[in-house]
């Protein structure tokens, strides 16, 4: 069974530091790129970054620069560090992992990061 599993989220001021996990089942993590995703109130799901078996990442245009994803592969962890965060970042972080086909099957419950001005 799949399972991924945020930690991580709260309240945090702005212009502070965040760092979000997410664990996931060895036959997922050892075999797949992840990503993390983000939804606010009454706007759609967004890629925020992803990270592929190799390490290679990639980040949305509004976070390069203050946002880095990792992993580790001893943890069957990934992580999400956020930095220099703006109110705008407030949303649901979801983690997931994407399949051999390039679409995201599996998804943790999500944690909340809320950031205050």
Known sequence: QVQLVESGGGLVQA????RLSCAASGSIFSRNAMG???QAPGNQRELVATI?????????????????????????????QMNSLKPEDT???????????????YWGQGTQVTVSS
């Open 52 to 80: 592929t078996l190799d390490g290679s990442t990639n980040y949305a245009d509004s976070v390069k620069g203050r946002f880095s994803v990792s992993r580790d592969n001893a943890k069957n962890t990934v992580y999400l």
């Open 91 to 105: 949303a649901v972080y979801y983690c997931a992992a994407r399949n051999v086909y390039g679409s995201w099957p």
């Open 36 to 38: 993390w995703y983000r």
């Open 15 to 18: 212009g502070g530091p965040l």
